[in-house]
């Protein structure tokens, strides 16, 4: 019973629909510019993979 309340509750409050002003808020504008780049950073370079074993391994058995 207590759950049913509780979960009676959770529903209740879940869906209410209250504004505080007239008409709906706009939506904030997003102000970043993809891809980040900052001025004075050296280039850094991504690293090369390396093979876990210097010998070959053979897939087909």
Known sequence: MIFAVVALAVVGLGNSNVSAGEGSTPRPQTTVQYPIRWENAPAARAPQPRPPVSY??????
């Open 56 to 61: 070959p391994i053979r897939w087909e058995r």
